[in-house]
């Protein structure tokens, strides 16, 4: 839809359908665009849900830049440049990141051991802390999908998803491809 006053398109959320004579609405076409808006409203939604949470569990600073930063830096610690790359973010923007996470104390900067010249980001102990933590609440919030759709339809979803998303699909860069 375009907006008369700013000129501008705009997805309009009209709710669920109504029924019409000459058909249930599941059995009506769906618009091609739903589905991209779906997909990232459910991942917002459960993004948006595990933060939350780990703010109640007092992880209040902690936002999903954060977390995908963590993954970025994984187990055996990793270089400001890698995580840019990994993130698909400037240099400046993932050291901008690192400084944060340290800040917080979800990470730590320590000499690296195969080259003096280079400084390694490795997870601290609360980092580890956050993500088991994340990891457990994304378990209950696909438990509660589950109890909702019902675990066939979640299973069905998930494998459906495997089945769709393009080879090498499943990386850390979304924030920079989705603002790219």
């Known amino acids: 839809m375009v907006d008369d006053e ?3 398109n ?3 959320h009209k709710g669920k359908p109504e029924e019409k004579p000459g058909g249930r609405p599941e059995e009506r076409p769906r618009p091609g665009y739903e ?13 948006d849900e595990v933060h939350a949470e780990l703010a109640a ?10 977390a995908f930063a963590l993954q970025a830096v994984g187990p055996d610690g990793a270089g400001a440049s890698d995580i840019a790359r990994t993130l698909g973010i400037s240099k400046q923007a993932a050291g901008k990141t690192v400084d944060k996470l340290v800040a917080l104390g979800y990470a730590a900067r320590e000499d690296d051991p195969a ?9 601290s102990p609360a980092g580890y802390d ?7 609440v ?4 696909r438990a509660d999908w589950a109890s909702t759709l019902g675990e066939d339809a979640v299973r069905a979803m998930e494998d459906g998803l495997r089945a769709v998303a393009a080879p090498g699909a499943f990386r850390l860069d ?5 603002g790219a």
């Open 174 to 178: 979304a924030a920079a491809w989705i």
């Open 138 to 141: 994304f378990e209950r919030l």
């Open 115 to 123: 080259d003096a010249r280079r400084r390694l980001v490795r997870i």
């Open 130 to 136: 956050v993500l088991a933590r994340s990891a457990a």
């Open 35 to 47: 589905l991209p808006l779906l997909l990232l409203a459910g991942f917002r939604t459960l993004i």
């Open 6 to 8: 700013m000129m501008v």
């Open 10 to 12: 705009q997805v309009v």
């Open 57 to 66: 569990q007092g992880h209040p600073d902690l936002r999903p830049a954060h």
